[in-house]
């Protein structure tokens, strides 16, 4: 039951039974679909919070670089202190081996909360599709089941990543902004002054985006049917 909602993967057609190249189709987003995806994270819920935890501590520590660094030149380098720059220099060492360690840490556990959701989601697919009756198998082309099986699956399990990656761009963005504002905000106020102008073409952009998404997803499906009956002729 719960592999039937997983299906429309994003499609309009809720199940398997009435693949047509428009079903195929799917959506830029679909939120219905990414919080189903949501219930094949739990058994991978230990691995899932270590991704996130790194992904905090990477922000943090990719922000605070920078950081470190203004500290050392405004008061140590400027004021020719060796001393101080020394310590500053250890404690820049150490944001750096935590910068790495986080960084390393959210690569090894973020794709094994993937792998494992597209383990179950392929494993639940191929029941579903054990469970189905031949007249389905003799009125729809096998290519589509493959793509739906295949290609679009990967599309849903790529999903967790890049909802923590860019759970990670936006902490990193505000975290950036909060730093820029405390150090001078006249300045960071000029600097972000070209923020309307990205948002204007991040929304003209999209409208291009959409439509490239949805004729890539037409022709994957179309692609891996005709060449399914292609080969089964010959």
Same mark, same amino acid.
Do not use: C
């Given at each position: 039951?719960?592999?039937?909602?997983?299906?429309?993967?994003?499609?309009?057609?809720? =199940?398997?039974?009435?693949?047509?190249?428009? %079903? +195929?189709?799917?959506?830029?987003?679909?939120?219905?679909? @990414?919080? *189903?995806? &949501?219930?094949?994270?739990?058994?991978?819920?230990?691995?899932?919070?270590?991704?996130?935890?790194?992904?905090?501590?990477?922000?943090?520590?990719?922000?605070?670089?920078?950081?470190?660094?203004?500290?050392?030149?405004?008061?140590?380098?400027?004021?020719?202190?060796?001393?101080?720059?020394?310590?500053?220099?250890?404690?820049?060492?150490?944001?750096?081996?935590?910068?790495?360690?986080?960084?390393?840490?959210?690569?090894?556990?973020?794709?094994?909360?993937?792998?494992?959701?597209?383990?179950?989601?392929? =494993?639940?697919?191929?029941?579903?599709?054990? %469970? +189905?009756?031949?007249?389905?198998?003799?009125?729809?082309? @096998?290519? *589509?089941? &493959?793509?739906?099986?295949?290609?679009?699956?990967?599309?849903?399990?790529?999903?967790?990543?890049?909802?923590?990656?860019?759970?990670?761009?936006?902490?990193?963005?505000?975290?950036?902004?909060?730093?820029?504002?405390?150090?001078?905000?006249?300045?960071?106020?000029?600097?972000?002054?070209?923020?309307?102008?990205?948002?204007?073409?991040?929304?003209?952009?999209?409208?291009?985006?959409?439509?490239?998404?949805?004729?890539?997803?037409?022709?994957?499906?179309?692609?891996?049917?005709?060449?399914?009956?292609?080969?089964?002729?010959?």
């Amino acid at each position: 039951g719960g592999m039937r909602g997983l299906q429309s993967g994003g499609v309009h057609s809720p =199940t398997l039974d009435n693949l047509t190249d428009d %079903s +195929l189709v799917g959506t830029a987003y679909d939120h219905k679909v @990414v919080m *189903r995806l &949501m219930r094949y994270v739990r058994p991978y819920k230990k691995n899932a919070i270590l991704s996130i935890i790194s992904v905090l501590i990477y922000t943090l520590a990719n922000v605070a670089v920078p950081l470190v660094l203004m500290l050392g030149i405004n008061h140590f380098v400027n004021d020719g202190d060796r001393t101080g720059l020394n310590w500053i220099a250890a404690g820049f060492l150490a944001v750096i081996i935590i910068h790495f360690g986080s960084n390393y840490a959210q690569f090894v556990y973020m794709p094994k909360v993937s792998q494992g959701i597209l383990y179950t989601l392929r =494993t639940e697919m191929f029941n579903h599709l054990q %469970s +189905l009756s031949p007249s389905f198998f003799h009125r729809t082309p @096998v290519g *589509r089941i &493959m793509s739906r099986s295949q290609s679009d699956v990967s599309q849903l399990q790529e999903s967790f990543e890049l909802m923590v990656q860019s759970f990670a761009d936006i902490l990193s963005l505000v975290g950036i902004i909060v730093a820029m504002l405390v150090i001078d905000w006249r300045l960071a106020l000029v600097t972000m002054g070209v923020i309307p102008v990205l948002f204007f073409m991040l929304g003209y952009w999209q409208k291009f985006a959409r439509r490239s998404f949805i004729r890539i997803r037409r022709a994957i499906a179309m692609v891996n049917g005709e060449y399914n009956q292609n080969i089964t002729g010959v």
